[in-house]
């Protein structure tokens, strides 16, 4: 999400909020919130922290209601909420296809679509054989996504770290991230229903674009509009459908009034003036705080919860993910005749694929869609999301033995 990430324009004149919102520290407030929370709990026996996620907001009737559990505070987060970071999400992937978007030209953006790739089949098989090999497959297999996610917002301020503000590495990485999360998009929506799956719901999704496409040839430029009328059927369709609501957005994303073509990670162009873009200048501060209460409400678990789950996960993203990158890029370079793009080569891409080890937030949202019921097999998937905090000292480690003097040190960009 580059110009989501690199967007300061509201928070400038402010430096603490600058580095709350520009550093994701709500997410981390939230998931610091939620283990000690959840910790303490366990100190005490208490099940607070569970009585808070899981609060009933409304009596439970229809459609499953939500595993049976009504309103949930947890559901209005991860399903409701949660929508709008994935919206936005499809923003970027929608605006990089467009003309002059960083993934329309398949000539510059072949090779790390190829390590997006192989960052997604690198980890799933890496966790596949792990659960064979522990003897869980059964128990543990649905959880083969969750090694796959990459967090974009803290890839790109650990990659900036190790290479420097505008080293071609961060735009490398930015387009596998960007790729990454359509990858992740489609995984959720194809292989983990929130319910049984009805397709008939699914027209409903294609009235909501209609609508949404009728809005745009009429001229109606105010995104409110999108997202009161064709945004709330298409969130419907999918709640009903049993497709994971919290994608419910993504069909409209497109017919929103837009430039007919995309300026570029890195240009230097101001606020734009389109509806898609004044969609995302809007809501990018309330979805920074929508995802600390997201961290809130799904990080919390007891450090005790380590298990076969958490390891799976922990060697998908530390091993599988770097490998796969590296693998991929390397048969994209040397068999294919690909290029990197210029000041890069294969000991940045094995730094970009450690670096892209870090899944917190998406791998976080596979973990309960993978496994929606609380316990030991949830909490210990979880863990291994959190554990992927622990990507910048791979990193810093891979750059160091490579001989990549990190930016922040001093080092040569």
Not at 14 to 43: H, Q, T
Not at 57 to 83: C, R
Not at 97 to 118: D, K
Request: aromatic share 12%; with cysteine.
């Amino acid at each position: 999400m580059g110009q989501w990430l690199m967007s300061t324009a509201s928070t400038k004149d402010n430096p603490i909020r600058a580095f709350l919102y520009n550093n994701s520290m709500f997410l981390v407030l939230g998931s610091l919130a939620a283990l000690l929370w959840a910790n303490a709990d366990g100190l005490f026996s208490g099940h607070s922290y569970h009585n808070f996620v899981h609060v009933n907001l409304w009596p439970a009737s229809g459609h499953g209601d939500h595993g049976g559990h009504g309103l949930t505070f947890h559901f209005v987060v991860n399903d409701i909420l949660m929508a709008l970071f994935f919206a936005i999400a499809a923003k970027e992937v929608w605006e990089s296809i467009l003309p002059g978007g960083a993934l329309s030209n398949l000539r510059t953006a072949a090779t790390p679509l190829l390590a997006t790739a192989g960052g997604v089949v690198g980890p799933s098989i890496v966790y596949l054989i792990g659960t064979v090999v522990v003897g869980q497959y059964s128990e543990l297999g649905n959880g083969w996504a969750i090694p796959c996610a990459t967090d974009i917002a803290f890839s790109y301020l650990i990659a900036r770290l190790i290479f420097g503000n505008g080293h071609p590495a961060i735009s490398f990485l930015l387009l596998l991230a960007i790729a990454d999360d359509a990858v992740g998009l489609a995984i959720l929506a194809v292989f983990y229903p929130s319910s049984e799956v009805n397709l008939m719901w699914l027209g409903l999704t294609a009235v909501a674009v209609a609508t949404g496409l009728g809005f745009n040839r009429s001229g109606v430029k105010n995104f409110w509009w999108y997202l009161a009328i064709p945004g709330v059927m298409s969130w419907i369709s999918f709640y009903m459908a049993g497709i994971h609501a919290a994608l419910g957005l993504v069909p409209i994303i497109a017919t929103l009034p837009h430039a007919k073509s995309d300026a570029g990670l890195f240009a230097e162009t101001g606020e734009e003036t389109d509806t898609l873009n004044q969609f995302e200048h809007w809501w990018k501060e309330p979805v920074e705080l929508i995802l600390g209460l997201f961290a809130l409400v799904n990080a919390g678990v007891v450090l005790s919860s380590f298990g076969a789950g958490t390891w799976l996960v922990t060697f998908g993203l530390f091993i599988g993910k770097p490998v796969g990158i590296l693998a991929f890029s390397y048969f994209a370079v040397k068999v294919l005749k690909l290029e990197l793009p210029g000041g890069m080569n294969l000991k940045h891409v094995a730094v970009i694929g450690c670096i892209a080890s870090l899944g917190f937030t998406v791998a976080l949202f596979v973990s309960t869609a993978a496994f929606p019921d609380p316990g030991p097999v949830q909490d210990s998937v979880k863990m291994g999301a959190l554990l992927s905090f622990l990507a910048p000292v791979s990193a810093l480690t891979a750059a160091w033995m490579l001989g990549i003097r990190p930016a922040f040190l001093g080092g040569k960009r």
